[in-house]
């Protein structure tokens, strides 16, 4: 089975101050990998990357082992396929929680069905289900977003990415800004999706959190530090990653 | 089943199906070869140096006029601005109720459109440069005062309270806790007017006020669509310029002074203020000079002709239901075909940048293009009729609404999109979920007090037979019928402050959201319409 994605000599940024520099990365499925490294690292570049909002100035980007494609409707395709968990949720406050996670389904939809969703939301079991699978009650189909308690937005922001049905979770500094408990939630909720055949890469700010992961990817100033498994992750590597950084 | 706010925007457009089924029938097809040419000249505009000198001298005016009516229109609507405030006169006598009479006079000028102003001051001084100046400074001083008031109206007063309370004059309280907040407000609105009297200046011109527009007219009636685009492509490097400029001044002076108050900017911006007011007032006198603009030949009167007794039988006899059937068919056609138009537009547009810019670029035609002269234009292949008046005005509105819209998609809605992009989406449909979501109440409340305007512009296309009672005032002005006059006035004003109570009541419904906790984005009431008049 190919990797799932790989990045190869990844540069983004021009030379003076690279926001990303010659990174190499691969994640393969099942696989859980924890990026870490102090604020201005790279992190969110290289999740913008591995999405595909960012093309990288030099490098290459496999999917499944094979190059991004240039037409519009593969790309698409294949970025329907990876699904970003956003710390600020991106979730549409004006709609309703069953049209948020239809507009998951937007990449696979055509106009109609699109338009469709807007007058009379579609897919209702499918969308229940997934609240079910997040322990959320299905009856919040029909409430606005605006409506829902922090802890409902984040695991309605998780129940879209579930609708998405995609093969790699990518999820930029999640646990950031929430309360210790929201945070453990969480981090036990994406690490239990992100199950074989997906895989999960999850930017994080705190090394302790690290129990649940297969790999650890340091990153520091764009470049790559370290990148092996958490086991065998040595304290003094933590500490050299973030030394002299700002807290 | 409730239509989800980004449908909202997109509804207006459906009345494109009973536009389009009805145009083949008003068409007459004999002047598209007309229609080509004109076209086809926007790429070779006259570069003869007696055409420029002509439009630059039509330009000057223009400007001049549009200055000048400006300015008079600030000056005038800050005072009865604050004479018509609540808030004002509650502190200064202990009783808002004059506050609230002087609003009501000041609705009767407000009603009635510049271009009439124009004629009825034509009709009694004659042409000449003051006409023009004072015909914009009226209407546009009465709805400077309005939001004038509204604003005052509005800002937190906790203030103002304690400085009374601790003895300080009235007057000095109401400077001291009021000013400040006003001021930027004032600014941000002002300059926005300034491109409006531009606007009107050049309209006042197609009407033989003097300017640029009496240039395009002229051009476009002997078909002359060489020396038409020369004015015109010069009429659009100024005024996106003065868009350009006032933008720039808006983020310079306007947006930042309430965040910034403990930065050094504060102090240079209070100096620039003050240095462009004061700049603005030699400029104001080198221009009425230039003009040749003397306030008081205004007071000299001509002789008009003599009027008969007044037949209110004949008044009567005018076919009131159809006119202002008319008048109210012409304006929600062409406010449903501006609103609705603008995001399908943007929609269409969106995967390709290059068309997004060519769309920028007819916007900003429709903004400063005059009404009747794309009645006119219109003409060549249309006949005459309320369609083809509420397709001139809704390609007008439509260049106004597409800007605001354009305005407020920079800033609304723009992670939604990025994540929706992320999963997949197509451009547009995470452009149609993304961010029109976030922008569908506060445009939609624009465009309802676009309406409102619009109703208010209908009297202008009334010159290319848009029938309604536009174009019998028109007529009633020309034949010197005074009483008919009279009464199409009342009416037209009746009308105007009926369809801005109804306009105001659908943006308070659109803007009262029912749910608020985590708005993204601005798009907050006043810039969406609330002070933007």
């Keep these: 089975m190919p990797s799932l994605l790989t990045l190869e000599s990844i540069t983004v940024g021009g030379r003076s101050q690279p926001r990303l520099d010659g990174v190499s990365l691969r994640l393969e499925p099942g696989e859980r990998v924890a990026l870490l490294g102090p604020s201005g690292a790279g992190k969110s570049t290289l999740i913008a990357v591995a999405n595909g909002l960012l093309s990288p100035d030099h490098g290459q980007v496999l999917w499944q082992g094979e190059p991004r494609a240039r037409r519009r409707r593969a790309r698409r395709r294949q970025q329907a396929r990876i699904g970003t968990l956003w710390q600020d949720l991106r979730l549409i406050e004006e709609l309703t929680v069953q049209q948020n996670l239809n507009a998951a389904r937007l990449a696979a939809w055509g106009w109609p069905r699109a338009l469709l969703n807007l007058l009379l939301p579609l897919d209702s079991p499918a969308c229940a289900a997934v609240l079910q699978r997040l322990d959320l009650d299905p009856a919040l189909l029909n409430q606005p977003v605006s409506a829902l308690s922090g802890g409902q937005r984040q695991r309605v922001a998780l129940a879209r990415l579930l609708r998405q049905e995609p093969l790699l979770l990518l999820a930029d500094e999640p646990l950031a800004s929430l309360d210790p408990r929201l945070a453990a939630d969480l981090l036990t909720l994406l690490l239990e999706l992100a199950s074989p055949p997906r895989g999960l890469l999850l930017s994080l700010h705190r090394p302790d959190l690290l129990a649940g992961f297969d790999r650890a990817v340091g990153l520091r100033d764009g470049r790559l530090v370290f990148d092996q498994p958490c086991n065998r992750l040595e304290p003094g590597q933590l500490e050299a990653l973030y030394a002299g950084a700002e807290p | ?533």
């Design chain 2, 1 to 533: 089943m409730r239509p989800a706010a980004p449908l909202w925007v997109l509804l207006p457009a459906l009345v494109l199906l009973p536009v389009l089924a009805l145009l083949p029938g008003i068409s007459h097809g004999g002047g598209w070869e007309l229609v080509g040419q004109f076209a086809a000249a926007a790429l070779q505009p006259s570069l003869d140096p007696l055409v420029l000198g002509s439009v630059l001298g039509g330009l000057g005016i223009t400007a001049g006029i549009a200055l000048l009516g400006w300015a008079g229109s600030l000056a005038l609507g800050l005072l009865l601005g604050i004479a018509s405030s609540r808030v004002v006169w509650r502190t200064c006598t202990g009783s808002a109720t004059p506050a609230g009479w002087i609003r009501r006079l000041l609705a009767v000028p407000r009603s009635i459109h510049e271009l009439l102003w124009g004629l009825l001051l034509l009709q009694l001084v004659g042409l000449q440069p003051a006409v023009a100046v004072v015909a914009i400074a009226i209407p546009f001083g009465a709805l400077v005062a309005r939001v004038v008031s509204d604003l005052l109206d509005t800002l937190p007063t906790a203030t103002l309270e304690a400085l009374r309370s601790g003895g300080a004059p009235a007057p000095a309280a109401l400077l001291t806790a009021l000013g400040p907040p006003l001021l930027p407000q004032v600014i941000s609105y002002s300059g926005y007017r300034l491109e409006c009297a531009l606007r009107s200046a050049t309209l006042l011109g197609v009407f033989g006020l003097g300017g640029l527009g009496t240039e395009l007219r002229l051009t476009l009636q002997s078909l002359a669509f060489r020396e038409l685009w020369s004015g015109l492509w010069l009429l659009l490097a100024v005024m996106l310029l003065l868009e350009a400029l006032l933008g720039w001044l808006r983020r310079r002076w306007a947006m930042p002074a309430r965040l910034s108050l403990r930065q050094r900017a504060v102090g240079r911006q209070a100096r620039e203020l003050v240095a462009a007011g004061l700049g603005l007032l030699p400029l104001l006198a080198l221009v009425a000079w230039r003009l040749e603009v003397e306030p008081t030949a205004l007071l000299q009167w001509q002789g008009l002709p003599p009027l008969g007794p007044a037949d209110w039988g004949a008044v009567a006899s005018l076919p009131w239901p159809g006119l202002i059937a008319n008048t109210v068919l012409l304006t929600v056609l062409a406010a449903t075909l501006a609103v609705g138009l603008a995001p399908l537009l943007l929609l269409v547009v969106e995967p390709w940048p290059a068309a997004g810019v060519l769309l920028r670029g007819l916007w900003a035609l429709g903004r400063l293009w005059p009404p009747p002269l794309t009645a006119l234009l219109l003409l060549f292949v249309l006949q005459p009729g309320v369609l083809t008046g509420a397709l001139a005005l809704g390609f007008h509105n439509l260049g106004i609404l597409g800007r605001l819209l354009l305005e407020a998609a920079e800033t609304t809605g723009a992670p939604q999109q990025q994540a929706l992009l992320a999963a997949g989406s197509g451009p547009r449909l995470a452009l149609l979920y993304g961010r029109f979501s976030g922008l569908a109440r506060p445009y939609l409340a624009y465009g309802a007090y676009r309406a409102d305007v619009i109703l208010r512009e209908s009297v202008v296309v009334g010159l290319v037979g848009a029938t309604g009672l536009g174009s019998q005032l028109l007529e009633a002005l020309s034949s010197f019928a005074g009483d008919q006059l009279l009464a199409l006035v009342l009416a037209y004003a009746l009308l105007t402050l009926l369809g801005e109570d109804l306009s105001d009541r659908a943006r308070l419904w659109l803007l009262e959201t029912p749910h608020q906790e985590t708005p993204h984005g601005d798009g907050h009431p006043q810039e969406a319409g609330g002070a933007w008049r």
